[in-house]
């Protein structure tokens, strides 16, 4: 079988005051290497990064802040280029990354589920032909002409899981949108997730909540300092990555 994603030795460093300004959270986490990267004028987000994933596979990428798990999506989105290595990705991508990426906050829940539907590939017919499943699937009837700048995070994951969940993807990637989920949410995605997984839909999620990454995933990836500490069952990589996280 040919892999549906397949990255080669890639790398993928950003700017200094990029880093500094676009990360600050993780800048603060890493001061030592941060400091040492300051001198050298770019910040190494992701170094020798190797892996092929099949068609069908859940692969659930976990780290701490900072690792490059985000980085590895944007690049699979194409929404980043790499610094040097190859990256192959034979499918279509429905990507749900940062929270509200993709989103124009002053138009309405509406408006966004159109034009999303519209830059992920669909024609505008055959996203009005969706809308009202889109809708009624995020339970936000209520607030769906309201300007999306008055929506809480959990209500925005929903809209964009909602739009991602309609469009027939091929590949999903979906970066920590259950954390901000209420408990009903997070029930309804899993099931979601578990109808792709048997539809042989290929996903990649990132998840800071091991139980999810072992309840949905078929393989874990270990993102360590920018690199692939571990890949394999999903299983052994939690083990190992939580016994190293102390
Ligand atoms: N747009 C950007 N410009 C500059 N630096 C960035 C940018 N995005 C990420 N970085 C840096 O690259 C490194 C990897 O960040 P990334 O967001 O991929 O981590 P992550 O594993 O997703 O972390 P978290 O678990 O906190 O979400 C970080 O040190 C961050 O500061
Ligand atoms: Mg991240």
Same mark, same amino acid.
Request: glycine share 8%; hydrophobic share 45%; with cysteine.
């Given at each position: 079988?040919?892999?549906?994603?397949?990255?080669?030795?890639?790398?993928?460093?950003?700017?200094?005051?990029?880093?500094?300004?676009?990360?600050?959270?993780?800048?603060?986490?890493?001061?030592?290497?941060?400091?040492?990267?300051?001198?050298?004028?770019?910040?190494?987000?992701?170094?020798?990064?190797?892996?092929?994933?099949?068609?069908?596979?859940?692969?659930?990428?976990?780290?701490?802040?900072?690792?490059?798990?985000?980085?590895?999506?944007?690049?699979m989105?194409?929404v980043?280029?790499?610094?040097?290595?190859?990256?192959?990705?034979?499918?279509?991508?429905?990507?749900?990354?940062?929270l509200?990426?993709?989103?124009?906050?002053?138009?309405?829940?509406?408006?966004?589920?159109?034009?999303?539907?519209?830059?992920?590939?669909?024609?505008?017919?055959?996203?009005?032909?969706?809308?009202?499943?889109?809708?009624?699937?995020?339970?936000?009837?209520?607030?769906?002409?309201?300007?999306? =700048?008055?929506?809480?995070s959990?209500?925005?994951?929903?809209?964009?899981?909602?739009?991602v969940?309609?469009?027939?993807?091929e590949?999903?990637?979906?970066?920590?949108?259950?954390?901000?989920?209420?408990?009903?949410?997070q029930?309804?995605?899993? =099931?979601?997730?578990?109808?792709? =997984?048997?539809?042989?839909?290929?996903?990649?999620?990132?998840?800071?909540?091991?139980?999810?990454?072992?309840?949905v995933?078929?393989?874990?990836?270990?993102?360590?300092?920018?690199?692939?500490?571990?890949?394999?069952?999903?299983?052994?990589?939690?083990?190992?990555?939580? =016994?190293?996280?102390?």
């Amino acid at each position: 079988m040919e892999p549906i994603i397949s990255f080669r030795h890639v790398f993928k460093s950003y700017p200094m005051y990029q880093s500094v300004t676009a990360g600050i959270k993780n800048f603060l986490f890493h001061l030592p290497t941060s400091i040492k990267d300051i001198r050298r004028g770019h910040f190494q987000a992701l170094e020798d990064i190797s892996f092929d994933i099949f068609p069908g596979e859940t692969v659930g990428f976990i780290g701490s802040n900072g690792a490059g798990k985000s980085s590895l999506l944007s690049l699979m989105a194409g929404v980043i280029i790499p610094n040097s290595g190859e990256i192959h990705v034979a499918g279509r991508v429905s990507p749900l990354l940062e929270l509200g990426a993709g989103f124009h906050f002053e138009l309405t829940g509406r408006d966004n589920i159109l034009l999303n539907g519209v830059l992920l590939g669909l024609t505008k017919q055959q996203v009005l032909d969706k809308v009202h499943d889109i809708i009624t699937y995020s339970e936000l009837e209520q607030f769906i002409d309201q300007p999306i =700048r008055t929506y809480s995070s959990g209500m925005l994951a929903r809209l964009g899981f909602a739009v991602v969940a309609h469009l027939e993807p091929e590949i999903l990637l979906l970066d920590e949108m259950l954390a901000v989920g209420d408990a009903a949410f997070q029930k309804k995605c899993l =099931r979601t997730m578990g109808e792709f =997984r048997e539809r042989q839909v290929t996903m990649i999620f990132v998840s800071h909540n091991m139980d999810d990454v072992l309840r949905v995933c078929t393989r874990a990836i270990w993102i360590k300092d920018h690199r692939i500490a571990m890949d394999g069952p999903p299983q052994d990589v939690v083990e190992a990555y939580l =016994r190293q996280s102390g």
